[in-house]
């Protein structure tokens, strides 16, 4: 069966474990950052980057960096759990890496995000749930004007990110940079 280029995107840039993914970005990255960048795609980053710090600026107003650490450390893991870092894909940690973010796994409890440190994500650039969601201590403690503002900011992120998502996945989809990013391993599917 032939495998067409977008099937290979989808394999190679949204499968395999957080670490795979990290890998397949720092690859990309490198080759990202040792060329000049096109003028779409750094206009769109700066854009991204304005609105991204807005929101994390709002958010840690609302402190919601102690909220989401203080959740993370049930037995469950809460909102933020291993699940999370398993949905961060290659791109969204590609953006993290060409927006200068240092990209690296800081949780150390295994029911938790890996990219939830002490004082919240260390994501800039964060994945589409974990803006999209709000949990009931957020909507219950935040002010209705922080609400407001958050989603206001977070819908500004979410629509420039799915901007800059679309250049990278066209720049890939155009070029043979796809062929640093090796085949995630086979998934062992439990009987």
């Known amino acids: 069966m032939m495998t067409t280029r977008a099937a290979l995107l989808l394999e190679r840039l949204y499968s395999g474990t957080p670490a795979d993914k990290l890998a397949s970005a720092r690859r990309l ?14 206009a769109a980053l700066a854009e991204l980057r304005k609105h991204a710090e807005a929101l994390a600026a709002h958010m840690r107003r609302l402190d919601f960096g102690a909220l989401c650490t203080a959740c993370a450390s049930r037995p469950d893991g809460g909102c933020c759990s291993a699940y999370m870092a ?11 890496l060409l927006l200068g973010g240092d990209v690296r796994p800081v949780g150390t409890d295994p029911a938790g995000c890996r990219f939830l440190g002490e004082r919240g994500c260390v994501l800039l650039i964060k994945p589409i749930f974990c803006l999209n969601y709000n949990c009931r201590a957020i909507l219950d403690t935040t002010p209705a004007a922080g609400l407001a503002e958050l989603f206001r900011r977070a819908a500004a992120v979410l629509s420039q990110q799915t901007r800059v998502e679309e250049l990278l996945l066209a720049h890939l989809e ?11 391993p086979a998934r062992r599917d439990a009987c």
């Open 29 to 42: 990255h490198a080759v990202f950052a040792a060329r000049p960048e096109e003028t779409a795609l750094a």
């Open 86 to 96: 398993d949905n961060v894909d290659a791109v969204l940690l590609l953006i993290n």
């Open 174 to 184: 155009q070029t043979d940079l796809l062929a640093l990013v090796p085949d995630p």
